[in-house]
């Protein structure tokens, strides 16, 4: 299997533009979850959905940040308007608790500069 | 809030020597505790992983210690290596699937 497929790897942008990080999860997985990590913050979850189907918010930092989960096999986390301190590591990382394991599988992340 | 409270934050370790790292909770609803190893660039990938009616479990140079009733659990590296360099996590899940992660440890052995 490929694992977890994340794009841009890097991206750079200035203040104000919008961000869309993109992820493809493991097939047959069905949780998704989107982190950010910092060296003040270390690894936060964002959001997470189940069955493309968003189950906990709360960690989002704000209007600004957005996900979407259209199908199985594809999600997307969006800043609009990035900021000077949203940059950080985000990464995709993906479940599957009906094959009977908790793991949780990482891609390799997208590093985010706002500049 | 922090849930997941880990120490140290970071940790030097000559080649051959035993790296421990410890890792504490509050919220009894965790019902699975695994370790995450994380090297430069890359994301995290699962070490070692236990579940909290096991007092221990071992997998090759790797064991998780876990005592329920103090709400700690703490992982030995032994006999460390230069490959074992790398940040360290433990976390905890809820029967949700959320996962929540302590704040990491940097783990350098030298040579």
């Known amino acids: 299997d490929a694992g977890v497929i994340q794009s841009p790897r890097h991206e750079v942008t200035e203040m104000g533009q919008e961000v869309t990080l993109r992820c493809k999860p493991i097939s047959g997985h069905n949780s998704l979850f989107w982190y950010r990590q910092t060296m003040m913050r270390g690894l936060e979850l964002l959001i997470y959905f189940n069955n493309n189907v968003p189950i906990d918010d709360s960690g989002m930092p704000e209007d600004r940040f957005s996900a979407k989960m259209p199908n199985a096999s594809f999600s997307t986390l969006k800043i609009q308007p990035s900021e000077p301190r949203d940059s950080a590591v985000y990464f995709c990382?993906?479940?599957?608790?009906?094959?009977?394991?908790?793991?949780?599988?990482f891609g390799p992340g997208t590093r985010l500069t706002v500049l | 809030q922090q849930q997941v409270k880990q120490s140290p934050q970071s940790l030097i370790v000559q080649k051959g020597g035993i790296s421990i790292i410890n890792c504490a909770y509050e919220n009894t609803a965790f019902d699975y505790f695994p370790w995450y190893q994380q090297f430069p660039g890359k994301g995290p990938a699962l070490l070692i992983a236990?579940?909290?009616?096991?007092s221990e479990k071992k997998e090759g140079r790797f064991t998780i210690s876990f005592n329920k009733s103090a709400k700690q659990f703490s992982l030995h590296i032994m006999d460390s290596q230069p490959g074992d360099s790398a940040t360290y996590f433990c976390?905890?899940?809820?029967?949700?699937?959320?996962?929540?992660f302590g704040q990491g440890t940097i783990l350098t052995v030298h040579p």
């Open positions: 236990i579940r909290p009616d096991v």
């Open positions: 990382a993906s479940s599957s608790r009906q094959a009977g394991t908790d793991t949780q599988y």
């Open positions: 976390a905890a899940y809820l029967p949700n699937g959320k996962l929540t």
